[in-house]
């Protein structure tokens, strides 16, 4: 054996410590030495019980000595024990029978259930010693429910009523939270908020990136509770100047939309169109109209978005001959602009109810197709009713961040993820690992792409600023048929303003709102459609993404002049 493998010799003065007091035998004091093996032990039994119970005693002990003394009393050997039988075979523990269906949905779990422990070949139902001794792992027993009582019955209904309402998701989320405006007066300024909103991480709602914050820049930030107890003092110890638009986000939340006006949401005879309705709530107001008015609509869907729900297209016209000229109108790009999806349903509405006795309603749609599409993000629409009201992007997953979703108008091939985009996964701007990587996109693009000898004109929906915006958004430059464009945007605006004396803005979106590439309305003018807009409808920062359903009424009847005017100039020759 060698010696660096054998055991190292303990000093003696280890093993008396003054502190610990350890005191080890001495057999550690060897170098070698081994512990001594125990002496073998010797089979002892209990002296002999006194008086006449001696024989009894033996006779039960040890049977074989019968007749005979006690073995250590007369100094013979012990007998031999008997060898050990075979143990018992393991207990194992059985569940009880299987508990019949249960009689409402969701089964009853009792943590702590009831067990048998059973050794093989004994009857499962008795338990033989202690239960103790079954070692058996814990799962739990589903116990069937109780049945509840009749009266208790509405009251269940009720309360699944409430369950059943989008909003109740944003109940207490943002209790707290803030909407503020800051507009930097010089550079510092300017550097002191982008660094403090990049590392806050907070909601920016203009712009929608810290890219586009420059000198002047009106600035809508939402600020979480706790981020606005630093975020404000830091502001102040600055000498910057904020407003405060919105004191309490939750309380905008609730009286945005509530369960006042939900009764006529649902109702497709007497269709609400002055309130927000939910994605499952378009979809079947867009059934209903396709069965009622098969004559004017058609619908169809392009494609299925992430999360596999269709994407649903009405086509609306009066179909005189097979070739018509068209028009693409599309809302809620960006999930959390409601105003958007309201107007989308909106101008159908008027379509339908007007057509017999408007006569530019008649000459447009006898004239031309409109294609509609209320909801283009369908999946981020849905998770802004369900989870996050202010959710921007699509809901599609990224394999290295946990962050989800893509800007689905930063996704167009055209300039992508070139300035006013983002290639962070987690920003508001993010646009995709690659162009046309949102199934929504890619969906919308085919379809104009297929049909662009047809449409003429590309219209799309956003909030909030009050513009009219036309190309190009991703470079300062003019557009070939700028005078066309400009003169249908002049016109449109000022019919808007007529309505409720609403001022709009109109357009180049790089020189009007900001640079962003990638957009639905660069990528629709580059492939040949000549008319390109994009409005954001009210308001200018009151109450943001919040308008009111209120404020549905006036919005959509002023944009609704607006687009009548841009369609009749389609319908002209412009030189």
Same mark, same amino acid.
């Given at each position: 054996?060698?010696?660096?493998?054998?055991?190292?010799?303990?000093?003696?003065?280890?093993?008396?410590?003054?502190?610990?007091?350890?005191?080890?035998?001495?057999?550690?004091?060897?170098?070698?030495?081994?512990?001594?093996?125990?002496?073998?032990?010797?089979?002892?039994?209990?002296?002999?019980?006194?008086?006449?119970?001696?024989?009894?005693?033996?006779?039960?002990?040890?049977?074989?000595?019968?007749?005979?003394?006690?073995?250590?009393?007369?100094?013979?050997?012990?007998?031999?024990?008997?060898?050990?039988?075979?143990?018992?075979?393991?207990? /194992? &523990?059985?569940?009880?029978?299987?508990?019949?269906?249960?009689?409402?949905?969701?089964?009853?779990?009792?943590?702590?259930?009831?067990?048998?422990?059973?050794?093989?070949?004994?009857?499962?139902?008795?338990?033989?010693?202690?239960?103790?001794?079954?070692?058996?792992?814990?799962?739990?027993?589903?116990?069937?429910?109780? *049945?509840?009582?009749?009266?208790?019955?509405?009251?269940? &209904?009720?309360?699944?009523?409430?369950?059943?309402?989008?909003?109740?998701?944003?109940?207490?989320?943002?209790?707290?939270?803030?909407?503020?405006?800051?507009?930097?007066?010089?550079?510092?300024?300017?550097?002191?908020?982008?660094?403090?909103?990049?590392?806050?991480?907070?909601?920016?709602?203009?712009?929608?990136?810290?890219?586009?914050?420059?000198?002047?820049?009106?600035?809508?930030? *939402?600020?979480?509770?706790?981020?606005?107890?630093? @975020?404000?003092?830091?502001?102040?110890?600055?000498?910057?100047?904020?407003?405060? @638009?919105?004191?309490?986000?939750?309380?905008?939340?609730?009286?945005?939309?509530?369960?006042?006006?939900?009764?006529?949401?649902?109702?497709?005879?007497?269709?609400?169109?002055?309130?927000?309705?939910?994605?499952?709530?378009?979809?079947?107001?867009?059934? $209903?109209?396709?069965?009622?008015?098969?004559?004017?609509?058609?619908?169809?869907?392009?494609?299925?978005?992430?999360?596999? /729900?269709?994407?649903?297209?009405?086509?609306?016209?009066?179909?005189?001959?097979?070739?018509?000229?068209?028009?693409?109108?599309?809302?809620?790009?960006?999930?959390?602009?409601?105003?958007?999806?309201?107007?989308?349903?909106?101008?159908?509405?008027?379509?339908?109810?007007?057509?017999?006795?408007?006569?530019?309603?008649?000459?447009?749609?006898?004239?031309?197709?409109?294609?509609?599409?209320?909801?283009?993000?369908?999946?981020?629409?849905?998770?802004?009713?369900?989870?996050? *009201?202010?959710? /921007?992007?699509? /809901?599609?997953?990224?394999?290295?961040?946990?962050?989800?979703?893509?800007?689905?108008?930063?996704?167009?091939?055209?300039?992508?993820?070139?300035?006013?985009?983002?290639?962070?996964?987690?920003?508001?701007?993010?646009?995709?690992?690659?162009?046309?990587?949102?199934?929504?996109?890619?969906?919308?693009?085919?379809?104009?792409?297929?049909?662009?000898?047809?449409?003429?004109?590309?219209?799309?929906? $956003?909030?909030?600023?009050?513009?009219?915006?036309?190309?190009?958004?991703?470079?300062?430059?003019?557009?070939?048929?700028?005078?066309?464009?400009?003169?249908?945007?002049?016109?449109?605006?000022?019919?808007?303003?007529?309505?409720?004396?609403?001022?709009?803005?109109?357009?180049?979106?790089?020189?009007?709102?900001?640079?962003?590439?990638?957009?639905?309305?660069?990528?629709?003018?580059?492939?040949?459609?000549?008319?390109?807009?994009?409005?954001?409808?009210?308001?200018?920062?009151?109450?943001?993404?919040?308008?009111?359903?209120?404020?549905?009424?006036?919005? &959509?009847?002023?944009?609704?002049?607006?687009?009548?005017?841009?369609?009749? $100039?389609?319908?002209?020759?412009?030189?």
């Amino acid at each position: 054996m060698k010696s660096h493998l054998l055991p190292w010799r303990v000093p003696t003065a280890a093993l008396h410590h003054p502190t610990f007091g350890l005191s080890l035998p001495p057999y550690h004091t060897q170098p070698f030495a081994r512990r001594p093996k125990s002496p073998p032990r010797t089979p002892t039994y209990p002296p002999p019980p006194p008086g006449g119970a001696v024989a009894r005693h033996l006779q039960r002990r040890h049977p074989q000595t019968e007749g005979r003394g006690h073995p250590q009393a007369e100094g013979r050997t012990p007998p031999a024990q008997p060898s050990r039988r075979r143990p018992p075979p393991a207990p /194992r &523990c059985l569940l009880p029978p299987a508990p019949p269906a249960p009689l409402l949905p969701g089964p009853r779990l009792r943590s702590a259930p009831r067990r048998l422990c059973v050794r093989g070949g004994r009857h499962p139902g008795r338990v033989p010693g202690r239960t103790s001794r079954c070692r058996c792992r814990s799962r739990p027993l589903i116990m069937p429910p109780r *049945r509840l009582p009749a009266a208790l019955l509405p009251l269940l &209904c009720l309360l699944c009523l409430q369950a059943a309402l989008p909003l109740r998701a944003h109940r207490g989320r943002y209790a707290g939270d803030k909407v503020i405006r800051v507009v930097p007066e010089s550079e510092r300024e300017t550097q002191i908020l982008k660094a403090a909103f990049n590392r806050l991480k907070v909601d920016l709602w203009q712009p929608s990136s810290t890219f586009h914050i420059v000198e002047g820049t009106v600035t809508d930030v *939402r600020v979480p509770q706790n981020t606005s107890r630093s @975020l404000l003092p830091f502001l102040q110890q600055a000498n910057i100047q904020y407003t405060i @638009l919105i004191s309490d986000l939750q309380k905008a939340i609730e009286n945005q939309t509530g369960l006042k006006s939900y009764r006529n949401r649902r109702s497709l005879p007497g269709y609400n169109y002055e309130v927000y309705h939910s994605l499952e709530e378009i979809q079947d107001w867009m059934h $209903h109209l396709n069965k009622s008015h098969s004559d004017l609509v058609h619908m169809f869907s392009v494609g299925k978005s992430y999360e596999g /729900r269709p994407l649903f297209v009405l086509k609306l016209g009066k179909r005189a001959r097979p070739y018509k000229k068209a028009v693409w109108i599309d809302c809620g790009i960006h999930a959390r602009e409601w105003i958007g999806p309201a107007f989308c349903q909106w101008f159908v509405k008027e379509a339908l109810q007007t057509y017999q006795t408007d006569p530019t309603m008649r000459r447009m749609l006898t004239q031309l197709y409109f294609y509609i599409m209320p909801v283009f993000n369908v999946d981020g629409y849905h998770f802004s009713w369900t989870n996050d *009201r202010f959710w /921007r992007k699509t /809901r599609s997953k990224n394999s290295r961040f946990p962050c989800h979703g893509v800007d689905a108008n930063r996704n167009w091939k055209v300039k992508w993820c070139d300035e006013g985009a983002s290639f962070h996964p987690c920003d508001d701007t993010y646009c995709g690992p690659y162009p046309e990587s949102e199934p929504e996109v890619k969906a919308v693009a085919h379809f104009l792409r297929k049909h662009r000898k047809q449409i003429k004109a590309y219209l799309s929906f $956003h909030a909030y600023a009050q513009m009219l915006l036309y190309p190009y958004s991703y470079k300062y430059a003019t557009i070939p048929n700028f005078s066309c464009v400009e003169s249908a945007a002049y016109n449109a605006v000022n019919a808007l303003q007529s309505a409720y004396g609403v001022r709009y803005r109109y357009g180049p979106a790089s020189s009007t709102l900001y640079v962003s590439s990638g957009s639905s309305m660069d990528w629709a003018y580059k492939n040949g459609i000549p008319y390109a807009f994009a409005f954001e409808l009210r308001d200018t920062g009151h109450f943001g993404f919040l308008l009111p359903e209120t404020l549905i009424k006036p919005t &959509c009847t002023e944009t609704m002049l607006a687009v009548k005017n841009i369609t009749l $100039h389609l319908l002209k020759k412009c030189h």
